[in-house]
């Protein structure tokens, strides 16, 4: 997937946490509006590539192209700024912030626009269109009636959704989404997928997603690729990528 | 290399006591994740018990035994139990205001207990400590030297003895990699840490009895600066190392004697000395931090505790609920999508502690501009002025959650600036206070830029480092503090109005008061408050969203060093003249322990805050010195009750007054219902019964 509609690209991505490699020459490419799915065995080297991408941590060797720009030395709010939206592993939400609070608080910092000087002239209030991109988005994901509660009180499923919607912020061009059902139950998972199939279609988001549970991987993506030991398995269609050997023996652990 | 070994050899005593608080930092921090700062406040106690045992004919050694072996391990412990095992995984701000807390009021508790002060310089632990005993190449070793050196290398052995051959040790060295990891494999970690305790007590114990006999006096002044190295050689052992932390306390000792040595003699030297813990932590601080992750367990944190959790949020879920929701959308939200939420607090919902307040602030400014005599209104425009800087703290740590131990330092420096420029360059008073704000958010930003990329407890030593360049390098200047002479501040006039007098004075400390309540609030409640918000809880999701974190802490730490140096300013114009005592780094930590005790969330707080440490200083410094000693007390034991209830004790109160007041309604409703029949059985046929209630 690379040329005219290609949306990130990275080559060569490698890192190395003192004698151990992380990465090893890592090349991926989403393009426009596309769905990859990144499976592996655990330390395979998913989420320091997602850290890479997004700037978490800086690669060794590699660069990363978005759009028709270099980002591998941006900052991660820039990165955020341009375009990327993110969502954790490990949930991290706004303590005593409600849902919609996220929503808004990760809109006005997507789009830059926000000055100090305004909050002083008591000028600092959100735009008709900012909220109604809030209310947008909160239909779309189902938390209309959620909206003025704090998120502490929200059970874990909700609580995703939050996380999801507050990627979804600022009209960004790709979602990186870290494990996104992780410690949900089916149903949520089921939900989890439907939404974001909703959303694929209506806002035409590419999207990457790292997952263990299958179903989900398989329900939304159009490609896969595998990692293991920091470098790329196997790449392509989702049943050729999970009908092949070799794959089968490092990730699902089964000798076929 | 003789003159070098004339500088390093009488370093060698400082470098061991360093090291030794270095590696007792270093052991409590990795065994209870608590940076105890009142380590220096420790040693000092011990030091005093030591001296004072002394000077009641002990022996040397007895009392050496006593103090060190003893009362050391005795104060630790009992902190450990009170205080630091409730707040082992609370926030930074938590974990560090009761340890500054304690470090004032420690010694002032100790020297109550004691009686009197000791009059006789303390004597060293064993042997002659003015004879010669040895030269090293030309340089003559004292019995002290000698002492303090053989001490250390002693309690180094039996350290490196415990650490390598014995069970405890061995969970101890675990403890310090990992306590979860070391928990899950069935240690005790509790018991463990409470022995890391004792030993780190005992060293500050020794540090203390070791240094006491360097200093002709026993001044608690000496061993907070002894603190403040043991802080910079723990930075230099990354938090974590003690063979580093051991190598970092005896290198800083040495090191700032050669310094001394080195440079010619005179304001420079003097100044540059004590400052280079600034620098070592500038340095080291980045590396330490990095270190700090490498708990290979550190991902999974527990949750946080209820204390954390009612800490950490400047609007918590809990004040949500309780009608406070400036921060929600709630209201536009309604108005623009016409949708009304079920069990949504209304935002017009008033507390009705805050009507109280406006209640009692308005009879105190109308008293003070009537009948209060002219003393009391002094000490309330003492109020005043410090409300400003307690503001200032409120938008950084109450909001933004950094802490800053230099916020007294951005005071003087507005006031003193002020002063200057009235009296060098005539510009009028008023202008110089603003002049003051911008110059003290100007420095603001010099100090923001290289140490905001940390957070939480090293961003606090490093303003505390700071605070203490300030007090050396800065005040001591003539263009700026003017030493111990101080600057005058006048008071101001604009055109035919003079603010001279009391009370129109007070009246403009006032309008300034209202001013910077009014940029707080603004800021608090507009989008940069809920930028500040997302930050607090989550600084990888709040850049992750698109906020510039780093440049929204340089914002509002220069925004909060500005409003406080213009509460400086005020200050200065007040009293007349500042001197550099005013705003030592000693200050800074008062002013945060003690709006953080108040109440660092809300502008009330700030306010309340201002009286009180107002007049707590009108009752140090005027009561006799038995009751001055007592305020000590108190303090000591506020700052046992903040672990208790970190939100302050405004927020305590008015959440109580508001249950209080609930309960009464609700009471009201049940005693006498809406409908309610004569009859013995209400039951269903109310409508039949609207008889009695009316006559």
Request: some cysteine; proline content about 6%; hydrophobic content about 50%.
């Amino acid at each position: 997937m690379t040329g005219a509609g290609a949306l990130l690209v990275a080559s060569g991505i490698s890192k190395q946490y003192g004698g151990i490699v992380a990465l090893d020459h890592v090349d991926l490419a989403v393009g426009t509006g596309e769905a990859v799915g990144i499976v592996g065995p655990n330390g395979a080297g998913k989420t320091t590539l997602f850290n890479c991408l997004f700037g978490l941590e800086d690669p060794d060797e590699g660069t990363v192209v978005f759009g028709d720009r270099r980002i591998d030395r941006l900052p991660v709010w820039r990165r955020s700024r341009l375009g990327i939206g993110r969502t954790f592993q490990r949930m991290e939400l706004f303590e005593g912030m409600t849902v919609a609070d996220h929503l808004l608080v990760a809109e006005q910092a997507a789009s830059g626009t926000v000055r100090v000087w305004r909050d002083f002239l008591h000028r600092g209030g959100p735009t008709p269109p900012e909220l109604h991109h809030v209310e947008a988005v909160l239909d779309l994901l189902g938390l209309a009636d959620l909206a003025d509660r704090p998120v502490d009180a929200l059970d874990l499923g909700h609580a995703r959704l939050v996380e999801l919607g507050r990627a979804m912020m600022g009209s960004p061009r790709l979602l990186m989404l870290d494990e996104p059902s992780s410690g949900l139950d089916v149903d949520d998972t089921a939900r989890l997928g439907r939404i974001l199939d909703e959303t694929r279609r209506s806002t035409g988001v590419a999207v990457v997603l790292v997952e263990h549970d299958l179903s989900l991987v398989e329900s939304t993506v159009d490609r896969l690729v595998v990692l293991n030991f920091g470098t790329v398995l196997a790449t392509g269609g989702v049943a050729e990528v999970l009908a092949d050997p070799e794959v089968r023996r490092a990730y699902l652990g089964t000798t076929a | 290399m003789t003159q070098f070994l004339d500088y390093a050899v009488p370093g060698v005593p400082f470098g061991c006591v360093f090291a030794l608080m270095a590696v007792g930092l270093v052991l409590t921090y990795k065994a209870s994740g608590v940076f105890n700062l009142a380590f220096g406040a420790q040693a000092f106690v011990s030091a005093l018990a030591y001296v004072s045992l002394i000077q009641d004919d002990w022996p040397r050694w007895a009392a050496g035994v006593i103090a060190v072996l003893v009362i050391g391990p005795f104060v630790g412990v009992l902190l450990d139990r009170l205080l630091f095992r409730r707040i082992r995984t609370a926030s930074p701000l938590v974990k560090l205001v009761p340890s500054l807390g304690l470090l004032v009021a420690l010694p002032q508790v100790a020297l109550i207990i004691a009686g009197a002060e000791p009059d006789i310089p303390p004597p060293a632990i064993v042997g002659n400590a003015q004879r010669v005993y040895l030269h090293l190449g030309s340089v003559p070793v004292s019995g002290l030297e000698l002492s303090i050196s053989a001490a250390t290398v002693v309690v180094v052995g039996v350290l490196v003895v415990l650490f390598r051959f014995t069970p405890v040790g061995l969970e101890m060295r675990a403890v310090v990699e990992s306590p979860r990891m070391t928990e899950l494999a069935g240690v005790n970690a509790g018991r463990v840490s409470a022995f890391a305790w004792i030993l780190s007590s005992i060293m500050a114990a020794l540090a203390g009895v070791l240094l006491a006999p360097l200093y002709s006096q026993l001044d608690p002044q000496n061993f907070t600066v002894l603190l403040v190295w043991g802080v910079a050689g723990a930075v230099i052992g990354r938090f974590s190392s003690l063979p580093l932390a051991l190598v970092g306390g005896l290198a800083l000792g040495v090191g700032q004697q050669v310094f001394a040595g080195y440079l010619p003699a005179g304001v420079i030297a003097n100044g540059l000395r004590p400052s280079l813990p600034f620098v070592v932590l500038l340095v080291f601080l980045p590396l330490a931090r990095q270190r700090q992750l490498d708990d290979p367990l550190s991902v999974c944190d527990p949750p946080s505790s209820a204390v954390e959790r009612s800490a950490s949020g400047y609007r918590s879920a809990a004040t949500v609920a309780a009608g406070d929701d400036a921060h929600s959308v709630g209201l536009w939200h309604r108005r623009l999508v016409g949708r009304d939420v079920d069990g949504a607090p209304g935002l017009l919902t008033r507390r009705p502690t805050a009507t109280l307040a406006w209640a009692v602030g308005l009879v105190a400014i109308v008293s003070a501009l009537t009948w209060v005599p002219p003393d009391w209104l002094s000490t309330m425009n003492q109020g005043v002025a410090f409300a400003i800087i307690f503001l200032s703290l409120t938008l950084l740590t109450g909001m933004s959650g950094q802490i800053s131990l230099c916020q007294a330092s951005f005071a003087g420096l507005g006031g003193f600036m002020a002063g200057q420029l009235a009296n060098h360059v005539g510009l009028p008073v008023v202008l110089g206070m603003v002049a003051g704000g911008l110059l003290a958010a100007g420095l603001g930003v010099l100090v923001a830029i290289p140490t905001l990329r940390l957070a939480g407890l090293p961003l606090a030593l490093a303003t505390l480092a700071f605070a203490l360049l300030a007090d050396n390098i800065l005040f001591p200047n003539s263009w700026i503090g003017n030493g111990a002479g101080g600057v005058t501040v006048p008071r101001p006039s604009a055109g035919p109005v003079s603010f001279a007098a009391a009370k129109p004075f007070f009246v403009l400390s006032l309008v300034v008061l209202a001013v910077t309540a009014g940029v707080v609030k603004l800021v608090g409640d507009g989008t940069m408050g809920r930028y500040l918000s997302a930050v607090r809880s989550s600084e990888l999701a709040a850049s992750a969203s698109g906020v510039d974190v780093y440049r929204l802490r340089v914002l509002v730490f220069a925004l909060s060093a500005g409003l406080a140096g213009v509460g400086g300013a005020l200050y200065g114009s007040l009293e007349g003249s500042l001197s550099p005592d005013s705003f030592g780094y000693q200050i800074s930590a008062v002013l945060l322990v003690v709006v953080a005790i108040v109440g660092l969330r809300s502008i009330a707080g700030a306010v309340v805050a201002g009286v009180v440490y107002a007049t707590l200083q009108v009752a140090v410094t005027t009561l006799p010195s038995r009751f001055a000693g007592l305020v000590a007390v108190l303090f000591g034991l506020a700052t046992l009750s903040y672990t208790r209830h970190p939100e302050g004790f405004l927020d305590y109160l008015g959440a109580r007054t508001q249950h209080a007041l609930a309960r009464h309604r609700v009471a009201r409703v049940d005693a006498h219902p809406p409908v309610a029949g004569p009859g013995p059985a209400p039951g269903p046929v109310v409508p039949a019964a609207p008889v009695g209630e009316g006559a």
